[in-house]
């Protein structure tokens, strides 16, 4: 059974902190991707990564990093936390084409 | 530039009757789509995909319809029931991308009413 887990299902943090979400998937799949998702806004995407220590942008990087050191390992962080970045994140896998993805359950993240 | 877009942020229907969700796309590149289905407080999850060399695909009470011509898609549930209430998104990709990247429309809120 495919697995992706992320490493907090809720996580509150003060304005300016540095955030650290975790994703860890088991199907060997070369490419993971960080989501979050707003109300009326979809999914968008954070930053992708389709092999250890490569990345690419997304469609809102901004006040974001990630790092992929490991194959099964995508982490996500937040430079200096704010208030507009209160969200539920969502960590994705995926191998070859059709490029299924497979989601973890969310992080939702409150930043006071 | 929205390349998929879902143009009813929301839909509400009886327990019984059918549920169609619509999604457009612009890419004409696009030759596989995919519906995945979100609960509150979980990841989404898939539902159901089609090629693009096909105009339908059904699995159970779910069945995608494809119009290439209009680019065009939507998904019909039949019957409905409440456990199907939800966030539908569509998402689309297509072979030469290497990266595993899907655009995904913005969702659709279903409802279905007891």
């Known amino acids: 059974d495919v697995k992706v887990t992320q490493s907090s299902r809720y996580l509150v943090k003060r304005t300016g902190e540095k955030v650290f979400l975790e994703c860890v998937q088991d199907?060997?799949?070369?490419?993971m991707f960080w989501y979050r998702q707003d109300p009326g806004l979809g999914l968008r995407l954070i930053y992708f990564?389709?092999?250890?220590?490569?990345?690419e942008k997304g469609d809102i990087p901004e006040g974001y990093s990630v790092s992929r050191e490991k194959k099964e390992r995508f982490s996500l962080i937040l430079e200096s936390a704010s208030t507009n970045q209160t969200s539920m994140y969502l960590c994705?896998?995926?191998?070859?084409?059709?490029?299924?993805?497979?989601f973890g359950p969310g992080t939702r993240l409150t930043v006071t | 530039d929205q390349q998929v877009k879902q143009n009813s942020p929301s839909l509400s229907v009886q327990e019984g009757r059918i549920s169609i969700l619509n999604c457009d796309y612009t890419?004409?590149?696009?030759?596989?789509f995919l519906w995945y289905k979100k609960y509150p407080a979980e990841g989404p999850t898939f539902l159901i995909s089609?090629?693009?060399?096909?105009d339908k695909n059904e699995d159970g009470r779910f069945t995608v319809f494809l119009n290439k011509s209009a680019k065009h898609l939507s998904l019909h549930i039949v019957p409905s029931q409440p456990g199907d209430s939800a966030v539908y998104f569509c998402a689309a990709t297509h072979g030469s991308s290497n990266t595993g990247k899907l655009i995904f429309g913005q969702g659709t809120t279903l409802q279905v009413k007891p």
């Open positions: 199907m060997d799949h070369e490419n």
């Open positions: 089609i090629s693009s060399i096909k």
């Open positions: 990564s389709y092999d250890v220590k490569m990345k």
């Open positions: 890419n004409s590149m696009f030759d596989y």
């Open positions: 994705a896998s995926t191998g070859q084409f059709p490029y299924e993805q497979y």
